[in-house]
C-alpha cells in the first residue's frame, strides 16, 4: 500500500523558516495537499493541488512537489504556526495522509 | 458560509454497530463528493471513506471495508456512516469533510476543505 512520510518533528525560531517534507513514491505525478491542525482543532487546509493557497491563509505558508518529495514551507515563522501538519495525497483508489510533523516554535 | 455538523457518535460495545451523521449546509450539497476522515486518541489522520456527489461512485478504506457504508441524502443535505462490527481500533474522533473540487460524478483526486468538528465513537467493553 501507498505511504507518505513526515519527520516527527521540526523545530524553528520566530522568523526563520520552516520545511516540512512529505515523501511518497513518484509522490511528484499526484497532486499534494497540506493541513494544519492545532490541539483540540479540526484541520484547516493550508496547501492544495501542490502550491495553490486557499483563501484566508497568509503569504509565508508555500508548497512545492517533485519527484518523491512535496515540501510545505512557512516563512517568517510565528508561534501561531505552531501545529501539527499533515500531507495527503491521492494513489489511484484511496486517500492517504503523511504520518505528520510537529512543528515547534521556539 | 460551509457549515459541516456531526452526530452519532458514542461508547458501544465491540462487535456492535452505531450510525454517524453529518448535516451540511451553506453549499449546494450534491455538486460535491464527501469523505470521512478518523483520528484515533493521540494519533494521526486515516481517511475512512469517500461518496461521489451522485452516490455513483464510493470507495473505502481497507481498514473499513466490508464493515462499514457511506451513505448519503441529497435532499436532506445529509452524509451518513453506517459501522457495523465495531471492534476496539475504531476507536478515534470520526470528522466529515467536504471535497474541495466541484464535481459530482467521483469522489477521487481532491482535497477535503472544510472539515467538521467531529463525534467522537469510543469501542470498548
Known amino acids: 500500500s501507498y505511504e507518505l512520510t513526515q519527520p516527527p518533528s521540526v523545530s524553528v525560531s520566530p522568523g526563520q523558516t520552516a520545511s516540512i517534507n512529505c515523501s511518497g513514491e513518484?509522490?511528484?505525478?499526484?497532486?499534494a495537499c497540506w493541513y494544519q491542525q492545532k490541539p483540540g482543532q479540526s484541520p484547516v487546509l493550508v496547501i492544495y493541488?501542490?502550491?495553490k493557497r486557499p483563501s484566508g491563509i497568509p503569504e509565508r505558508f508555500s508548497g512545492s512537489n517533485s519527484g518523491n518529495t512535496a515540501t510545505l514551507t512557512i516563512s517568517a515563522t510565528q508561534s501561531m504556526d505552531e501545529a501539527d501538519y499533515y500531507c495527503?495525497?491521492?494513489?489511484?483508489?484511496?486517500?492517504?495522509f503523511g504520518t505528520g510533523t510537529k512543528v515547534t516554535v521556539l | 458560509e460551509v457549515q459541516l455538523v456531526e452526530s452519532g457518535g458514542g461508547l458501544v460495545q465491540p462487535g456492535r454497530s452505531l450510525r454517524l451523521s453529518c448535516a451540511a449546509s451553506?453549499?449546494?450539497?450534491?455538486?460535491?463528493?464527501m469523505h470521512w476522515v478518523r483520528q484515533g486518541p493521540g494519533k494521526g489522520l486515516e481517511w475512512v471513506s469517500g461518496?461521489?456527489?451522485?452516490?455513483?461512485?464510493?470507495g473505502y478504506a481497507d481498514s473499513v471495508k466490508g464493515r462499514f457504508t457511506i451513505s448519503r441524502d441529497n435532499a436532506k443535505n445529509s452524509l451518513y456512516l453506517q459501522m457495523n462490527s465495531l471492534r476496539p481500533e475504531d476507536t478515534a474522533l470520526y470528522y466529515c469533510?467536504?471535497?474541495?473540487?466541484?464535481?459530482?460524478?467521483?469522489?477521487?483526486?481532491?482535497?477535503?476543505?472544510?472539515w467538521g468538528q467531529g463525534t467522537l465513537v469510543t469501542v470498548s467493553s
Open positions: 495527503l495525497a491521492w494513489d489511484s483508489t484511496t486517500y492517504v
Open positions: 513518484k509522490l511528484g505525478d499526484k497532486f
Open positions: 451553506g453549499f449546494t450539497f450534491d455538486d460535491y463528493g
Open positions: 469533510a467536504k471535497a474541495g473540487k466541484k464535481f459530482s460524478g467521483n469522489y477521487y483526486r481532491t482535497w477535503f476543505d472544510p
Open positions: 493541488q501542490d502550491t
Open positions: 461518496i461521489s456527489g451522485n452516490s455513483g461512485t464510493i
